[in-house]
């Protein structure tokens, strides 16, 4: 069983940044896409961002020039470095694993999800 664990997120100013990172265990084949998705209260769940094991990312146009997801292949962990973040950003934000690389992103498995909360 695949399991995804978060951490990093919490509250933080507007303009500020923070970075994510969910570590990876348990049977994962070798070529896939992993990622996040986020959901504001109320909104749909949107995707934000995904890398596929080789490196080539791909991102929403509302968060493109600011965030930055990245892969430690070797240490099976994924990040989101957010910065210049907006009340926007503000959400619950999940780590997620595709068994494909192509796309769209469809994850397989999801993390915990952990909270943003971007203040004005």
């Known amino acids: 069983q695949v399991r995804l664990v978060e951490s990093g997120g919490g509250l933080v100013q507007a303009g500020g940044s923070l970075r994510l990172s969910c570590v990876a265990s348990?049977?994962?084949?070798?070529?896939?896409?992993m990622g996040w998705y986020r959901q504001a209260p109320g909104k749909e769940r949107e995707m934000v961002a995904s890398i596929t094991s080789g490196g080539i990312t791909n991102y929403a146009d509302s968060v493109k020039g600011r965030f930055t997801t990245s892969r430690d292949n070797a240490r099976k962990t994924l990040y989101l470095q957010m910065n210049s973040l907006k009340p926007d950003d503000t959400g619950v934000y999940y780590c997620?694993?595709?068994?494909?690389?192509?796309?769209?992103?469809?994850?397989?498995?999801w993390g915990q999800g952990t909270q943003i909360t971007v203040s004005s």
């Open positions: 997620a694993l595709q068994n494909k690389m192509l796309l769209p992103f469809r994850p397989d498995y």
């Open positions: 348990g049977s994962i084949y070798g070529i896939n896409r």
